[in-house]
């Protein structure tokens, strides 16, 4: 076949078998190869043909189209190229972060320790011991929130599983060592969404941005309701000062 003399010459054998076949058994041919530019450049190109058939079954000629698609090609290795950098980095970041974490957990253990030792010490200073309940409740928060964080390391992921939505505010609530006076009204208990375990990290920042930015805050309620379009609602809603009007077209734009 004289269009075979442009074929680059890792493409020939793979190509001319493919077409072979599709001539021997008049199957439609698909494949992609490299053709040689009248410059000498090879460019990639896609192959696509049927055969129109005579009345005895023969086959009387192929019609079908050549493709060029270099461009599509790299921007495919383009894109190939960037995922493998973007896992390079997220496996060093995933690294470094278990190998902080570990640090630190390490330092914490040495704090807790010795918090206890000097619990016994102090067994009748009642102002050191509540001074060392307030460390160990610290320590307790940093080792919680580093677990958030090794979850979070995990972001897309995970498979989604069906997760308790009541048990994942509790866990959120549970982080903070202080909620300021604010009541926590959970009537989520027993509802089970599809999710991955990110789902307490949500709760967790929406109270963490209430306690920050709600002022007056007394209540935090979050609780659930079927929307007009046959689905489930979950609703999160606290009664400080609200949001502005002139910052709300600006929630969900980037910095």
């Not at 410059?39 to 043909?49: L, N, Q």
Request: net charge negative; with cysteine; hydrophobic share 40%.
């Amino acid at each position: 076949w004289g269009w075979s003399k442009a074929l680059h010459p890792d493409d020939l054998e793979r190509a001319t078998q493919i077409w072979k076949e599709a001539t021997q058994t008049r199957s439609k041919y698909e494949t992609e190869y490299r053709l040689r530019r009248h410059d000498g450049i090879y460019r990639y190109f896609m192959a696509r043909s049927v055969p129109v058939l005579n009345e005895d079954g023969s086959i009387r000629e192929w019609v079908g189209t050549c493709i060029d698609i270099t461009d599509l090609k790299d921007v495919e290795e383009h894109l190939k190229e960037m995922n493998m950098k973007l896992e390079v980095t997220n496996e060093k970041l995933h690294v470094v972060g278990s190998l902080t974490r570990h640090d630190v957990n390490n330092k914490l253990s040495a704090v807790t320790g010795n918090a206890y030792l000097l619990r016994r010490k102090l067994a009748e200073d009642p102002k050191a011991l509540e001074q060392l309940n307030d460390m160990e409740a610290a320590v307790r928060l940093v080792e919680r929130i580093f677990e958030f964080a090794r979850i979070y390391e995990k972001l897309g992921t995970e498979l989604l599983v069906n997760l308790d939505v009541g048990e994942a505010v509790a866990g959120a609530v549970s982080l903070f060592s202080d909620l300021k006076g604010v009541k926590i009204v959970n009537e989520c208990g027993g509802l089970t969404v599809l999710a991955d375990s990110l789902l307490s990290q949500l709760f967790y920042n929406l109270i963490d941005n209430s306690l920050k930015y709600g002022e007056k805050i007394q209540q935090i309620r979050v609780h659930y309701k079927a929307s007009s379009s046959n689905q489930l609602e979950l609703v999160y809603e606290d009664d400080g000062v609200g949001i502005p009007d002139n910052m709300r077209s600006n929630l969900f734009k980037e910095d």
